[in-house]
T-cell receptor
Framework: KAGVTQTPRYLIKTRGQQVTLSCSPISGHRSVSWYQQTPGQGLQFLFEYFSETQRNKGNFPGRFSGRQFSNSRSEMNVSTLELGDSALYLC??????????FGQGTRLTVV | TQLLEQSPQFLSIQEGENLTVYCNSSSVFSSLQWYRQEPGEGPVLLVTVVTGGEVKKLKRLTFQFGDARKDSSLHITAAQPGDTGLYLCAGAQAGSSNTGKLIFGQGTTLQVKP
């Protein structure tokens, strides 16, 4: 069974630009969550989608948004990029609330 | 405020030594997961514990969930260089406001020297 796939693996963007990251969950998993990982803050929850609906949202500004499609694939978008948005963005898919399986992440660098 | 306090943050030991990583909170969790992460990769799920007092073993790794479901520990016996990595604990809480959300500890960076 294929794991969680995130694309692209690496991105370099300029301040003020926007970026879209993609995540394909494990087949059969309908819940997709997004996390931001930085050396200083660790892993922080961004939002979670289930059946195309956002069910939960972390404490991030409105520049961070996401969506989920009918095939459970998800995208997250960050607009008006700031230097502080440089991070590893991780997507996780779940069948139950108890277990999350992560993708390899997208390393975003904002210059 | 860090909801899950993980300790120690860094650990450098020799091959063959034993070690324990702790994950503590004042909050109750419905489940707790342990992950291992390599640099530049996503966390890989090692184990999930759900029941208070539960003990699970994965080869040389032993995981325990506290009776009150507020803390957990990871014990590695006879550590090997292949155990090197970042170990993360993550908790799930009950309630609709916590749906799909894991709370992570800050992680323990383990280095096992040959």
């Amino acid at each position: 069974k294929a794991g969680v796939t995130q694309t692209p693996r690496y991105l370099i963007k300029t301040r003020g630009q926007q970026v879209t990251l993609s995540c394909s969950p494990i087949s059969g998993h309908r819940s997709v969550s997004w996390y931001q990982q930085t050396p200083g803050q660790g892993l922080q929850f961004l939002f979670e989608y289930f059946s195309e609906t956002q069910r939960n949202k972390g404490n991030f500004p409105g520049r961070f948004s996401g969506r989920q499609f009918s095939n459970s694939r998800s995208e997250m978008n960050v607009s008006t990029l700031e230097l502080g948005d440089s991070a590893l963005y991780l997507c996780a898919s779940s069948l139950t609330h108890n277990e999350a399986f992560f993708g390899q992440g997208t390393r975003l660098t904002v210059v | 405020t860090q909801l899950l306090e993980q300790s120690p943050q860094f650990l450098s030991i020799q091959e063959g030594e034993n070690l324990t990583v702790y994950c503590n909170s004042s909050s109750v969790f419905s489940s707790l997961q342990w992950y291992r992460q390599e640099p530049g990769e996503g966390p890989v799920l090692l184990v999930t514990v759900v029941t208070g007092g539960e003990v699970k073993k994965l080869k040389r790794l032993t995981f325990q969930f506290g009776d009150a479901r507020k803390d957990s520990s990871l014990h590695i016996t006879a550590a090997q260089p292949g155990d090197t990595g970042l170990y993360l604990c993550a908790g799930a809480q009950a309630g609709s406001s916590n749906t799909g959300k894991l709370i992570f500890g800050q992680g323990t960076t383990l280095q096992v020297k040959p």
